[in-house]
C-alpha cells in the first residue's frame, strides 16, 4: 500500500538523517513516488510526521491496535505483572527503532512548536489509556507512577547511543539490558507488595 511505503519511508528518512534534515522530497524519494502524492494523503510535513506516530510507526504500542489487544479486568498482581512486561516492551523496542530516537531527540528541541506539542499530547493519551486498563491500585496515582518510568526508559535509551555505560552497567551488551529488564520486574513487584499493604491498611 502507497501510503504505508512512504511512511516506512519515512522512518528510513528519520533514522539515516535525523529529524531536522528529513523532509519530503527526501521521503518521495525513499518511497519512490512522487511528492505531490504525499501532499494528497497527508496535507504535507506536519501531517506526515502525525501519521507515523498515529499509525504506530513510532513505536507498534501507540495504536488502537495494540489497545484492543489489551485485556480488560485483570486482577491486581496480573496487572502489574502486565504492567512490567509493557514497559521491558516499550524500552526493547524503543531501542531498536533509531527513527523513533530521532524523533524524540527533535520533540525536545522543539517542545514549544505546535506540533511537537500535539505528538507528545498524542502519547500522553496513549499512556493514560495503558494506565487506565493496566496500572493496579488507581487510587495511588498510577500515572505519575507511569510518567517516572517511560521517562527514565527514555533517558537510559537515548543516553545508550552515547555512552557505553550508566554506573556499571554495561549498555553495548545483551547482559547489561538483561539487568535493566530485572530492575523493571523488581520495581513493579516490590512496588505492588508495597501498594497491598497500604491499601490493606487503609480499609
Known amino acids: 500500500m502507497t501510503m504505508e511505503r512512504i511512511l516506512r519511508a519515512m522512518g528510513e528518512v528519520m533514522a539515516e538523517r535525523g529529524t531536522?534534515?528529513?523532509?519530503?522530497?527526501?521521503?518521495?524519494?525513499?518511497?519512490?513516488?512522487?511528492?505531490?502524492?504525499?501532499?494528497?494523503?497527508?496535507?504535507?510535513?506536519?501531517?506526515?510526521?502525525?501519521?507515523?506516530?498515529?499509525?504506530?510507526?513510532f513505536l507498534s504500542m501507540f495504536n488502537e491496535k495494540f489497545m484492543d489487544s489489551v485485556p480488560d479486568n485483570l486482577a491486581p498482581d496480573a496487572r502489574s505483572k502486565a504492567w512490567s512486561e509493557y514497559t521491558i516492551q516499550f524500552m526493547r523496542e524503543f531501542r531498536t527503532r533509531?527513527?523513533?530516537?530521532?524523533?524524540?531527540?527533535?520533540?525536545?528541541?522543539?517542545?514549544?512548536?505546535?506540533?511537537?506539542?500535539?505528538?507528545?499530547?498524542?502519547?500522553?493519551?496513549?499512556?493514560?489509556?495503558m494506565v487506565a486498563k493496566l496500572a493496579p491500585y488507581s487510587d495511588f496515582d498510577p500515572l505519575a507512577i507511569t510518567s517516572l518510568m517511560v521517562a527514565a526508559v527514555t533517558n537510559i535509551v537515548l543516553t545508550s547511543?552515547?555512552?557505553?555505560?550508566?554506573?556499571?552497567?554495561?549498555?553495548?551488551?545483551d547482559s547489561g539490558w538483561e539487568r535493566l529488564e530485572t530492575a523493571i520486574r523488581r520495581i513493579y513487584s516490590s512496588l505492588n507488595i508495597a501498594l497491598e499493604r497500604e491499601q490493606s491498611k487503609a480499609k
Open 20 to 57: 531536522e534534515k528529513a523532509g519530503i522530497n527526501a521521503v518521495a524519494d525513499r518511497a519512490g513516488v512522487n511528492k505531490v502524492l504525499i501532499y494528497r494523503y497527508f496535507g504535507g510535513w506536519n501531517g506526515l510526521l502525525e501519521a507515523y506516530v498515529h499509525r504506530g510507526f
Open 98 to 129: 533509531k527513527s523513533s530516537q530521532e524523533l524524540i531527540r527533535w520533540e525536545m528541541s522543539n517542545g514549544e512548536t505546535e506540533l511537537a506539542r500535539r505528538l507528545a499530547d498524542f502519547r500522553d493519551q496513549s499512556y493514560k489509556s
Open 161 to 173: 547511543t552515547q555512552r557505553d555505560h550508566i554506573g556499571d552497567i554495561d549498555l553495548r551488551s
